[in-house]
């Protein structure tokens, strides 16, 4: 029997893989997978209540295609509209056209490469509309896939079945929207550590400056708060020195960020 730990983390890894199980199949799992996936755990109706809000909430469908339209604001709407016109000048191949590029491609001929990643340009909403609602927008997402079934479309060399290069290529395509929307999201940490630095140290520099009743120096300030040189210099320096309440002028050495406590 597995502690709360060691389940904890098997079921994270078990969402995470269902996940991507949908991804690969257009957003959709069936019932037999799901409950294949979360029978180890023994949930209750309202454990699995929550796992189908999970889904819900990551656009993931069981034995359905999901609504993936849903989310989609009305400037990622006018861009797709926008996006998928400007595809309509490309030729349409049929399967068996895009496997003959692929075996081409396969063997380092970059005009296929290029006509294979060209016909499958379509593919790439389709893919980016399953990541809806995670804090990028969907012109971003598709930027970054389309620049992934490039890369990835002039790299098929080490395959060995040209029927597998959509599949690989799709994968490349939903690890460059994965990657790109976890570099936002740890963007977004960054930005709002930066954030709270400032307003922490400003607040207690306010309240210091309320009681002296004048700008307090940044020793002073480290002696009422016990906090180390750098943490206040990092706040003026994202603050870019506009804490008001703190007497401060750069000097020598201290012109690059210190590093964050």
């Not at 269902?18 to 991804?23: E, G, S």
């Not at 926008?82 to 396969?106: D, H, N, P, Q």
């Not at 400032?198 to 306010?206: C, I, L, S, T």
């Not at 994202?238 to 201290?254: M, T």
Request: aromatic share 6%; charged share 35%; net charge negative.
């Amino acid at each position: 029997m597995m502690d709360e730990s060691t389940r904890e983390k098997a079921f994270g890894e078990a969402l995470i893989k269902l996940r991507r199980t949908a991804r690969e199949n257009g957003g959709m799992i069936t019932k037999e997978e799901l409950t294949e996936t979360f029978a180890p755990f023994s949930l209750n109706d309202e454990q699995m209540e929550q796992v189908y809000a999970y889904l819900e909430q990551n656009h993931i469908g069981v034995d359905a295609p999901p609504d993936t339209e849903a989310g989609l604001s009305g400037e990622d709407r006018a861009y797709l509209e926008t996006y998928l016109e400007s595809l309509k000048e490309l030729s349409v191949l049929t399967k068996e056209e895009r496997t003959a590029l692929a075996a081409r491609a396969m063997k380092g001929d970059e005009q296929a490469s290029k006509a294979l990643a060209e016909s499958l340009l379509s593919t790439v909403p389709d893919v980016a509309r399953l990541y809806v609602e995670q804090g990028v927008y969907l012109e971003d997402l598709i930027g970054e896939g389309n620049l992934a079934l490039y890369h990835g479309a002039a790299l098929l060399g080490a395959l060995e079945d040209p029927e597998e290069a959509e599949t690989v290529l799709t994968r490349c395509v939903m690890d460059a929207m994965e990657a790109f929307i976890a570099e936002n999201l740890e963007e977004d940490a960054r930005g709002q550590h930066a954030v709270n630095r400032v307003n922490e140290v400003a607040d207690r520099a306010k309240e210091l400056y309320e009681d002296l009743r004048r700008p307090v120096t940044v020793e002073e300030l480290m002696h009422e708060t016990g906090w180390k040189k750098e943490k206040i210099l990092e706040a003026l320096k994202l603050a870019g020195g506009a804490i008001e309440e703190i007497e401060w002028k750069p000097e020598e050495g201290e012109k690059n960020a210190a590093d964050p406590e």
